[in-house]
């Protein structure tokens, strides 16, 4: 069982479904609307835990309700929380999404994702060290994202930094991280006047550029791959990215190649869409195994 470490963003998804997005001053009736436990990192914490592997979620939440269900509904899912801080008069942080017209957008309110400071990640370092796997996001100060890039280069533990959501990512993150698997827009944010080509040249088996239902594109040091995803009727495709980089965490760490693990981490997140919530539709490992067996079974 693989030992993963996030670290990361955790809060409590507000979700309003609608058959269209406002324009502005325009005010629609929704259809639907759910609170669900979300963020980047705790996502990702819940879907390795749910594809197997050993986790461990490293945060803050508010000391107030949305905290304690969030802090629940990682337990429930399997991840440890010995190193999610509930903080004294702080909101949790929230997340406000509206799902209309086949996608998703979504404004977060950072909350108490803010004091992710580095001296919290650094108390989380016994859990770090320990480590196959540590991934990041961007929900998180810059200067903590920095921390953990510095803290994985110096103890030889592989770093997978999900960019998102966009922003610049300092060099000395780029360069300490193991992995880098931005979209599209956040790729030319991050390498600016480099195009997406060069960039991927530049950074064999290290820049993984996912493309949504286009797959996922890289560079293997010879010539650029692309391996598709699974095609599947969309019902919310909130978490997806979540999804596609716990598996890939878990794959990596496994032992598996680039080309499987990009491939179980299609398939888990081709599954994800398929049901509501970042973590109603996150799949067990039976289901992403079943499903890639189906798979060859129909193309063999």
């Keep these: 069982m693989a030992k993963i470490t996030v670290i990361g963003s955790s809060s409590m998804d507000l979700v309003v479904t609608a058959a269209k997005r406002p324009e502005a001053g325009e005010t629609i009736l929704g259809e639907d609307f ?7 990192g705790a996502n990702q914490a819940v879907a390795a835990g749910r594809l197997g592997a050993d986790v461990y979620m490293v945060g803050c939440v508010g000391d107030d309700p949305y905290g304690k269900a969030i802090v629940s509904n990682l337990q429930a899912n399997g991840v440890h929380t010995d190193y ?38 650094t108390d989380a370092l016994p859990i770090i060290r320990e480590s196959a796997m540590v991934l990041i996001q961007q929900e998180i100060p810059e200067d903590s994202v920095e921390h953990v890039s510095k803290l994985c280069k110096e103890y030889g533990i592989p770093l997978l930094l999900n960019p998102a959501p966009a922003r610049k990512v300092r060099e000395s993150v ?11 827009t956040e790729a030319r944010l991050i390498f600016g006047e480099t195009s997406i080509k060069q960039a991927l040249k530049a950074n064999p088996n290290k820049l993984f550029v996912t493309e949504g239902k286009n797959g996922v594109r890289y560079h293997d040091g010879e010539i650029e791959n692309v391996i598709p995803s699974f095609p599947v009727e969309a019902l919310d495709t909130t978490g997806a990215g979540d999804t596609f980089n716990a598996a890939f965490a878990v794959a990596l760490s496994e032992g598996k ?5 990009i491939r179980f981490a299609n398939k888990a997140a081709s599954i994800s869409v398929t049901k509501f919530g970042a973590q109603g539709g996150m799949p067990s490992r039976d289901e992403v195994e079943r499903g890639l067996l189906d798979e060859e079974k129909r193309n063999s």
């Design 174 to 184: 780029l360069s300490n991280a193991s992995y880098l698997t931005p979209n599209e």
């Design 34 to 40: 759910k609170s669900v436990p979300g963020g980047k």
């Design 84 to 121: 999610v801080k509930p903080v004294p008069d702080t909101a949790s942080g929230t997340a406000h999404i509206i799902l209309a017209e086949g996608d998703n957008s979504i404004i977060v309110v950072q909350g108490a994702n803010k004091l992710v400071t580095p001296d919290l990640i």
């Design 257 to 261: 190649s680039l080309p499987e693990s």
